[in-house]
């Protein structure tokens, strides 16, 4: 850093560069570069930011000396691309969810950022929420016993991707949240899903997650419904975790209700229900993005290891692959 | 029948029993006996009504012949024997569902029954409710246009079963309703599922299921949900259909929402979105169970084809076996 | 009593009396006779319980020294008749709520039970549910902090009484809460609504309560609203209770949320707003009415104060009758 | 108007002044002033749109005579002097909700703008949200029969203000929309209401409105409640609206139930319910403030009578006025 605060290249200002470049000053970071093919998006990007410099050239920021680090928010299918050209430039990267369209680039990319001394970070947003730190605390503390199952559903009407499937598309989210609540690796995967529409990419699809331990996980995506549900169940032996992301305050429900197990005398087998209190923790409020950003900015200066961390987002881009595999054989159990 | 009006033998008088009998009379039939081993039952049974024979022995109850029809309310692994006496003993049989506990089972019955020209019938509740019969009527009007997907939760906390797993216990209302509303024969099936018991009775599970259309359909059948969610969406290319089972009154709510594909002149893939109104229709709120009871005694005395008629049962079965051995392989593929 | 059972008459067998009988048997005691003008009535209350006299002359009940009390479940113009009847014939006597129509009457009632040493008791049954004794106990042990307000809606569509306003019909529930929750006496209240019969019988009411402390009460009852809802909030000082009885299971839930009002260096008024943690706790989910019939078995038989007491129901009847003056005056404030 | 566009000063750049400003750019407006006393809000004006002149002097703005027009962000105490040098400066004139603090002092603006023949509008927002627009149509069409009641609840946690009570805060929203899909004037008013706070300013209230016929309304308002409620009944002759503006999406519900009155041969008083199917309409999702600043540009420029007229602000003034003066009587009914 030639600085004492971070110069950051956003590369991309569609839907979520603004966003990006927002919470990295939010964060105390100096966005010097926007970067983008439309020249609408560079004068909107002016227009907020005056001192800002606009390029649809990407070299421009990444000639610059003064850059320390990229921001990628562009289609799937340029992450492994730009990321590269920008670690060869000798810049730290940010990258959207998911890092690469595959294992293999995924890879590449690290292995490049480890031989440059550069810090690789894929953005995986809602680590940085308050209520996936709320379940991520209380799951270290043990607060809902050995975990059972995760069962989520991301479903809404909107934003079809033309490069990638719903499973690529939405899923991270869910996959980033189980690795990094779950000590446990997964073993193998099994996902179904379908695709109406001509270009064959997928709008539905359920993936089953197997674990060597008495866990398994199951997410439901798709850009197909008319309403909006963000809903994860995680279930423990003694607690259960509701998590609901559409709620505006309420998020995160903490059941005390479950089941014991016993055999009576007889050997018979028992059942016994139990219904407790609930419990709705005050979550923290600050945007998770801002928590990203500062995330990425504590990585570069100060070699602090992010939650999100990129060991966690190969993890991802791999369950993904198997994921997307098993999908087009429906259902067939593909090991990671 | 040797009177004008049904007798009917109730065996089994647990959980289910005592609704079927008092449907029985509300749809005018005759419950002439009530057969449990359980003493405490019987004489509930017998202060509820107080002109029924109770006995502990089904044979008191197959021998009369005064008694045109059984219904059978007892475990799953019951089913098949009694079923089979009670046909050879010249009744017409109504049994819970699932019909039985594998497709051969289901078939000897069904054969011994057409030989011995008597009903046999599945109560599969849920096609005689107010809801499902809407939605049948939607559908069958082509109101939702190509059917796209289904996908259904059924889970809450409670009613582990002995004999059989969560599939076998929760997914025949779904499976009946997806037979019941969709034309279109499954193909294959994909399940994937765990026990978290010492007798690895599966208490979560999840089916994908297959079709040679465009269509899909999905089902997340759980115990050990602190909440009870009891919602199916059924996509269609037009409209979209949510039921709520949970919701006291606005149960089924129809969506005009969707997307349109295209391609724009440069070839390009495009979606648009279209959020419109929705319609929630009242719907009849007869007791489904009395539709039932009046649907049997229907196929008994007019031979009038129930709605649950015994093709749909073994369809169901069939499913079933099918969707337990998928699991038992953690997702692969099984022909139907 | 003769026996060592309590005997009782229940007089009036058409939507609650048969709920009475039910939970008087329920809770240990025996109902002895069922009185009703209406012959249908009659035969269904002896196919339920065999055992039981069925008549439609009261006399024969009250006449019966056998018979210990009677429990009264007709529309409120005959409670105070039929009450007086059975403390004359030397009954004890439950009534169902509101005690009277007026506020005299009650008294005689009251003192009529008192000269004749017999227990008068109103069916105010939701102090006797599992949340409101929950709220009960939490206000006992200050958990709210000071009380500010109660806030309370029970609307539906349904069930227009022919001899009282809504006021009369919905608000005791409320009233009664209010009392029993809340140790402070109110000093007068305002009321306004209306009728859309040609009975004038009001069938929407809002109604003010005002204290000498900082504390207010709102209740807001109609006939005439297409959905149900049941919903009450009790503001204190430190926490929130919301109370919504139509939830099947999360009905009470403690906002740890609030504000302190301070004043600052430069004596400016300022208020911080705290978003706090909310606590859903598990309630007793016994029947209601079996409490309330258990409580008034134990004030005959042992002398035991009930909750739902004479001079709580006879504060209910008051507040009752001086809401009505203002209903008449549109918001007139009454003294109580 | 010097130029083809409308030169807007902002008045105020707190809470709502930002708001206003944006609206006013996307309406097609310009804003050539932000004037407030707070140098920082001044400075973010500044950044926000650099080259909109930013000043703490008033005077200022209103003495540059291409400013044509006003828009009054300021606490309510101030809009009444504002206004008033506004238009003597001769500038058209917007201001927030309430127009001024009393009935005298709006009556005055009024003609005093009458006189200079310049617009005074109101920024009565909700009058140009999607559900009310939806609504107002829904009521010309007579689409809920003859309307019988209006019931609103606004409460949540929050913003107490220091220069006037929760009535004149929160219930303008209501009264306005009252007024605005109601042609009926009312008559009288009678409010409650209570300080928790040591200024004495009311944070909780209940108004009830009445009519000549058979119409009530009721308003009920709070600023200490933990959770934020938002609901408006309509109930009409036919249908019913439920209005949610909580809801994300649906918003707008029309309830086709309802009750039939009738005498039967004995000339009992018989009451038949109904319940029927519910609609839920599409709502125009334009942002309300940016309709309302078009409506005022079109007001000023095209001499368009905006939905928010000078004549319905008064009216909501002055029902304001008579209800504080009922609440300070503890519910007295005072004409309007």
């Known amino acids: 850093m030639k600085s004492d605060i971070l110069n950051i290249a956003v590369i991309g200002y569609g839907y979520w560069g603004p966003n990006l470049a927002r919470n990295f000053f939010a964060a105390g970071a100096n966005v010097a570069y926007v970067v983008d093919k439309d020249e609408k998006r560079l004068a909107s990007a002016k227009r907020a930011y005056p001192m800002v410099e606009v390029t649809s050239d ?11 680090a990229v921001a990628i928010a562009l289609p799937v299918s340029f992450h492994y691309q730009i990321a590269r050209m920008a670690l060869l430039a000798d810049k730290h990267v940010l990258v959207e969810k998911p890092m690469t369209e595959s294992r ?21 947003t809602f680590l940085y929420t308050g209520a996936v730190k709320k379940i991520h605390t209380l799951i ?3 607060a809902l016993g050995q975990l059972q199952y995760f069962d989520s559903i991301r479903i809404n009407l909107g934003l079809f991707q033309n490069d990638v499937n719903v499973i690529w598309d939405l899923a991270p989210h869910d996959i980033s949240i ?30 089953s997650i197997f674990y060597q331990s008495n866990f ?5 995506v798709s850009w197909v419904s008319p309403v909006k549900i963000r809903r994860t169940m995680i279930g423990g032996k003694s607690k259960t975790i509701i998590y609901d992301d559409v709620e505006p305050t309420e998020k995160v429900k903490i059941y005390d209700s479950g089941y014991t197990v016993s055999n009576d005398e007889k050997n018979m087998f028992m059942v016994d229900y ?4 609930i419990y709705i923790p005050k979550l923290d409020t600050t945007e998770a993005l801002k928590n990203m950003a500062q995330s990425f900015c ?3 200066t100060k070699s602090i290891k992010p939650e999100s961390d990129y060991s966690l987002a190969l993890k991802v881009v791999t369950l993904l692959e198997s994921a997307e595999k098993s999908l087009k054989n429906n259902g067939k159990e593909y090991k990671l």
């Open 140 to 142: 270290s503390e043990n």
């Open 58 to 68: 990407i070299d421009n920021a990444l000639r610059d000396t003064n850059v320390d």
């Open 298 to 300: 504590d990585a570069v």
């Open 274 to 277: 139990r219904v407790g209190d």
């Open 178 to 207: 189980l690795y990094y609540i779950s000590g446990e690796q997964p073993v193998s995967v099994s996902a179904a899903g379908l695709s109406h529409t001509k270009n064959s990419i997928e709008n539905i699809a359920y993936l």
């Open 104 to 124: 293999q680039s995924a890879e590449e990319l690290i292995e490049l950022a480890l031989r440059k001394n550069k810090v690789i970070m894929c953005d995986h």
């Open 216 to 220: 398994i996980a199951h997410i439901n």
